[in-house]
């Protein structure tokens, strides 16, 4: 099992953020590699055991399951169902920590999962940086004051 983890500082109050990030269906908002996502079953977006089912700007497409969401944590996790990258046992967590020096935001990131030994470092860049860092960036931009 191998672990990827990304953290930055957003300069934007952690309830700004947390507003942004919480849907569950609200990738495409975002980030800039999701193209368009939907709640299965019509179920509510933070309903824990609900599926988002999106598809990704380069064509590919990708089921997750909401395992956590806590508001006064400003934490979800959630794991991949399906996906075109080749992993097993995916499980991820984004959390986010007001930063008082300056109402700022502390943003981490992280997944564990299982993959063939062969594509362990493509598959770290480019979930650290492709999907996680690459989200961070986008909200930063988002949310410039």
Same mark, same amino acid.
Do not use: H
């Given at each position: 099992?191998?672990?990827?983890y990304? !953290?930055?500082? $957003?300069?934007?109050?952690?309830?700004? +953020?947390?507003?942004? /990030?919480?849907?569950f269906?609200?990738? &495409?908002?975002?980030?800039?590699?999701?193209?368009?996502?939907?709640?299965?079953?019509?179920?509510?977006a933070?309903?824990?055991?609900?599926?988002?089912?999106?598809?990704?700007?380069?064509?590919?497409?990708?089921?997750?399951?909401?395992?956590?969401?806590?508001?006064?944590?400003?934490?979800? !996790?959630?794991? $991949?169902?399906?996906?075109?990258?080749? +992993?097993?046992?995916? /499980?991820?967590?984004?959390?986010?920590? &007001?930063?008082?020096?300056?109402?700022?935001?502390?943003?981490?990131?992280?997944?564990?999962?299982?993959?063939?030994?062969?594509?362990?470092?493509?598959?770290?860049?480019?979930?650290?940086?492709?999907?996680?860092?690459?989200?961070?960036?986008?909200?930063?931009?988002?949310?410039?004051?």
């Open positions: 099992m191998i672990k990827v990304a !953290s930055s500082v $957003i300069d934007a109050p952690a309830e700004t +953020v947390w507003a942004r /990030v919480r849907d269906n609200g990738l &495409p908002q975002w980030t800039p590699f999701v193209a368009e996502s939907r709640i299965e079953e019509g179920l509510p933070d309903r824990i055991g609900c599926v988002r089912n999106f598809r990704l700007k380069d064509g590919g497409a990708i089921r997750e399951r909401l395992l956590t969401l806590s508001d006064y944590d400003y934490q979800c !996790s959630y794991s $991949i169902l399906e996906s075109p990258m080749g +992993v097993t046992n995916y /499980v991820a967590t984004l959390k986010l920590t &007001p930063v008082t020096d300056g109402n700022r935001t502390f943003a981490e990131w992280w997944a564990e999962f299982d993959c063939e030994p062969a594509k362990e470092r493509e598959l770290a860049r480019s979930i650290g940086q492709g999907v996680f860092q690459a989200g961070f960036d986008s909200l930063k931009s988002l949310l410039r004051r």
